[in-house]
Every structure is written in structure tokens, then in C-alpha cells.
């Protein structure tokens, strides 16, 4: 099972980017729309706190409140890829953003602790200049 996490990079405050996971892997791959996928991220010198997340259809997402109203989430069961689309970005921001699998919240539900991620991607760097 390989996550791989693309997209990030240096923009400045107000820019946006879009971050994309691409899910690999013969189960991974036939589970994949079974699976709640998720963002967090990383800042220097703080721990990983969760972003965003959406369900197995992607009808239903939550989102940090740091990021709610700029970022949108968003996934394709049949391309195996989750998105992040980051607008109005701030300097806070500047993180290392991980994609992650959770295989064990049902087809409803969403999950906002990492515990419940079992795949995780290796992060991308997103950098915001003032």
C-alpha cells in the first residue's frame, strides 16, 4: 500500500494550491472507495493536527476550523486520488501536509483522530511567504 502526496511547494499569502494523493496498491486499490481518506499537517516545532477528511462517497466532509470556508476536499473512487484545494492561504499554513487511509470508520462517518488512519502518505511541503 503506497500513498503518495503531491502538489505542495511556496506561494505566497492569498495563493493557492492544490494538493492531490494518489492511492497504489492491489488492495488498496479495490478498498480504496471503502476507506474515509483525510489530510493533516504538520508545522515546525508542533504536532500533527488533523485538516480535513471525507467519506467513502465523498458526500459528507468536515475541516479544521483554522481551514474551514478555504480549503475544500474532494476525492476520485475511480482514479484512487484525493484532493485538497487550498485558497486565501496563510503564512499558518506553512506545514507538511500527509494524506491518510482510514480503514475502520463505516461508510457515514468521519474521523478527525489519527488513530483511526492506518495508510499514510509521506507528506508534501506547502511553504507560505508573508
Known amino acids: 500500500v503506497q500513498l503518495q502526496a503531491s502538489g505542495g511547494g511556496l506561494v505566497q499569502a492569498g495563493g493557492s494550491l492544490r494538493l492531490s494523493c494518489a492511492g497504489s496498491?492491489?488492495?488498496?486499490?479495490?478498498?480504496?472507495?471503502?476507506?474515509?481518506m483525510g489530510w493533516f499537517r504538520q508545522a515546525p516545532g508542533k504536532e500533527r493536527e488533523f485538516v480535513a477528511a471525507i467519506t467513502w462517497s465523498g458526500d459528507s466532509t468536515s475541516y479544521a476550523d483554522s481551514v474551514k470556508g478555504r480549503f475544500t476536499i474532494s476525492r476520485d473512487n475511480a482514479k484512487n486520488t484525493v484532493h485538497l484545494q487550498m485558497n486565501s492561504l496563510k503564512p499558518e499554513d506553512t506545514a507538511v501536509y500527509y494524506c491518510?487511509?482510514?480503514?475502520?470508520?463505516?461508510?457515514?462517518?468521519?474521523?478527525?483522530?489519527?488513530?483511526?488512519?492506518?495508510?499514510w502518505g509521506q507528506g508534501t511541503l506547502v511553504t507560505v511567504s508573508s
Open positions: 496498491g492491489r488492495t488498496f486499490s479495490s478498498y480504496f472507495s471503502s476507506y474515509v
Open positions: 491518510a487511509a482510514d480503514t475502520l470508520t463505516g461508510p457515514y462517518g468521519i474521523s478527525w483522530s489519527q488513530n483511526q488512519y492506518a495508510y
